[in-house]
């Protein structure tokens, strides 16, 4: 658009910061009804458990894995190893986010690079599209190479699940940003870079995002598979170190602290990807 002086300016439509009535009654029922296969889980095991069935002793109840981290004052390991349960859940939680944080930041970054120096992408995307069919997990044993054991290592993991594939899509959403929308902002005597930061970055924004949530899931898996396999603390260890003391009960608890982590730090990403791209809907 332009003013009265010629300049090109970008409008944003005013939103109302108003709430639709019924709303709160509305969440209510998404969460209630989000709640109910869980409930009728839950009670199915539990009354199993309760009737004698066999597979308790591998596949104890929540009631029991529930107990036993009360009774352990919700702590995992041994003597000065020990670590408070919610301090396994903070860590492995930072790990996943910096990672995406860097790897979101790095892929747009180059994705917009490649996409607007031609000669720079016959150079660098046969590469990123190589190396991006390599699974995160594949990753540790360099990350351990290169970092050692500790979190360097894991938010590496993390970072290199994510960063090919999120570079990849933002070239691919640049090539798609609608002609139409570049040509209006030049004939409103948009410059070069006003473009790119006022209509093509607004424009891939939203794809690169949902992208990002979607290998969410993936890099959360392989920064559990690290530490597992080389970081000595989280809710991977946790898991792992069950498995050694043949304690079902610890296994079970760090299953769902995974689960529930997982689902929460994806509700995280709706609400900031609600909060920063505000004119789109996120799924």
Partial sequence: MTDRTGTFESVAPAVAETRPPGTAGKWGRVVLKGLIPWIVVIAIWEIAAASGWNGAVLFPPPSAFIAYAVESDFRVGFGADAMPIPMAIVISAVRVLVGLAIGFAA???TGIVISAFST????LLPLIRGL????????????????GIGNPTAIFVVF??????LTISTVAAVNAVDQRLIKTAR???ASKPQVWTQVIFPAVLPQVFTMLRINFFAAWMAV?????VGVKNGLGMMIILGREMF???LILLGMCMVGATGYLVDVLLVQI????????PAP
């Avoid at 991006?132 to 970092?147: E, K, T």
């Avoid at 290199?160 to 594939?165: A, R």
């Fill in 247 to 249: 304690n079902t009960k």
């Fill in 273 to 280: 990807q609600r909060k920063i791209l505000w004119w789109q």
């Fill in 224 to 228: 559990l598979a690290a530490e597992m």
């Fill in 107 to 109: 892929a747009l970054i």
């Fill in 120 to 123: 720079i992408s016959d150079m």
């Fill in 187 to 189: 004939s409103f005597g």
């Fill in 160 to 165: 290199m699940g994510v960063y090919f594939i």
């Fill in 132 to 147: 991006a069919p390599i699974a995160p997990i594949a990753w540790i044993p360099l990350g351990i190479v290169l970092f």
